[in-house]
């Protein structure tokens, strides 16, 4: 497209001329990736992005070509972009993108579904939902299971949770999405580790218990939840008079990649008749693989899942799940309306904002189920298994480094390490030092107290080669020559 030209060809159009127009600005989109630099990012400073950033006029009087807007955002941002497929890209867990996935996204976005309602979205719909069946059954949860798409691990756990408040709340006749919190509600808990993901404290906040309500069991070395203390933190809000609502366990803990013991959890769930929550936005993949899925026994008794898919099933953000044990239990939260969900569709019309706590929605799930069908089971299973391998082999090396020491033992993909007689800020210099040259993307964390660095293998194609110079390159910041 030349110039802002007239504004009717702005339009997606599916005919021959509007394809061949969206089709050569997108062969533009891609042409703009082409990075300038050779590491995971340049190594420009906040300032000199500011200004180069700002340099761009938001909405000028007159619109701008796009071909030169496309250009521009390859110098600006691309070129200056944080590269997740870059193998010294090992902070956090922050994937490569594939392909099948990618250009999914331009349909995705040129045919704009909205999730929220099926004439808006109906083949979309069936497609969400036939996802939510594959992702239900490889939790080995039954035919009554199934799930909405979210934004992220966030929002799944907080859907997950808040379904869990509902329902204790429905335990006890009450509606709490009409009449608010029962007064029972100040001795609600929600349990969980204390190496949980942050989103159960917000998921708390957010629904009104507060953050105090969170009651962190202590964990093992590992960063597992130990079942003795679970059981300990259970009698205590006994003899206290508390009820534990949910227990929400994690299926690969953020820093260590630590897999609470799901069965087991789960039995101390039933036993009590609270939710049983597990956020598997970190290993929830491992269902893919024979090798991997019995790590995760016990998740098929989960009253909600976490499933992120822009972790490593390498998809673009956003792209997450909550799977549902049973799709009735969605009713907790719905609100329905005269425009959307009226309850008087046709039959077999399904209205997915019944599930969510999002109205206009996006068609994530054509993207992840355009690579898993590219994909398959095997060659998925492979790409995970050799991570996990790739995660023991520089657990490996670090254990066998004169400078450099394991925190935890290494369960998922990251392995936490520090630098024995070098403290907190000589670890946060070298992190940042890597960063502000554009060397690495290094992780730094604080495990039960204890200053660390990580390295989070996302990237199948990365090497025990690539494993041994980022060792080797972490190594010469404590110990330089
Ligand atoms: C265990 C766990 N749960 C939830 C989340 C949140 O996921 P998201 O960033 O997709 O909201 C993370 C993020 O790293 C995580 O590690």
Request: with cysteine.
């Amino acid at each position: 497209m030349s110039g802002p030209g007239d504004w009717r060809d702005l339009f997606v159009a599916t005919d021959e001329r509007g394809l061949r127009t969206l089709s050569e600005a997108a062969a533009k989109a891609v042409d703009s990736l082409d990075h300038a630099s050779s590491g995971p990012r340049s190594s420009d400073t906040p300032s000199q992005l500011r200004e180069r950033v700002r340099a761009l006029e938001v909405c000028p009087v007159e619109g701008v070509a796009l071909d030169r807007v496309l250009d521009e955002f390859g110098r600006v941002l691309w070129a200056h972009a944080v590269r997740p497929s870059h193998v010294a890209s090992v902070a956090h867990l922050h994937p490569p993108s594939v392909v099948p996935a990618v250009v999914t996204e331009l349909a995705i976005s040129a045919s704009n579904q909205s999730m929220d309602s099926w004439d808006q979205s109906p083949a979309a719909t069936e497609m969400e939902l036939h996802l939510m069946d594959f992702l239900a059954r490889r939790l080995g949860l039954a035919e009554v299971a199934s799930g909405v798409m979210t934004s992220g691990g966030t929002a799944s756990n907080v859907l997950g949770l808040t379904l869990s408040r509902s329902w204790a709340a429905a335990k006890l006749g009450v509606d709490v999405l009409k009449a608010g919190l029962p007064p029972e509600a100040r001795r609600w808990r929600l349990v969980t580790s204390d190496q949980a993901h942050f989103s159960v404290q917000r998921a708390a906040a957010q629904l009104g218990l507060g953050r105090d309500a969170v009651v962190n069991v202590a964990t093992d070395r590992t960063g597992a939840m130990d079942v003795d203390a679970l059981d300990a933190t259970l009698s205590q809000l006994d003899e206290a008079g508390l009820v534990p609502i949910a227990i929400s366990a994690t299926a690969g803990t953020t820093d260590l990649g630590a897999i609470d013991p799901l069965a087991q959890i789960a039995e101390r769930a039933r036993r009590r008749g609270a939710w049983f929550h597990v956020d598997a936005a970190v290993a929830g993949a491992f269902v893919m693989s024979e090798a991997l899925r019995p790590r995760l026994a016990g998740i098929e008794a989960a009253d909600s899942v976490t499933i992120d898919f822009h972790k490593l099933w390498w998809q673009p953000f956003n792209a997450s799940a909550l799977v549902v044990r049973d799709v009735e239990r969605f009713d907790l939260l719905r609100v329905r309306s005269d425009y959307l969900d009226r309850g008087d569709e046709l039959d077999g019309m399904v209205n997915l904002v019944g599930r969510s706590l999002d109205t206009s929605r996006r068609f994530d799930a054509a993207k992840v189920v355009a690579a898993l069908r590219t994909i398959g089971t095997s060659t998925f299973a492979e790409m995970i298994e050799s991570l996990v391998e790739l995660t023991v082999y520089a657990a490996r090396r670090i254990e066998a480094s004169e400078v450099l020491a394991l925190v935890a033992p290494v369960s998922a993909v990251s392995v936490v390490f520090d630098a024995p007689g070098h403290d907190a800020d000589e670890l946060r210099r070298v992190q940042q030092g890597l960063l502000a040259r554009g060397e690495m993307i290094l992780g730094r964390t604080v495990i039960k107290g204890r200053a660390a660095l990580k390295f989070t293998f996302m990237n199948p194609l990365a090497t025990r080669a690539d494993v041994d110079e980022l060792i080797a390159v972490v190594t010469r910041g404590f110990v330089p020559g």
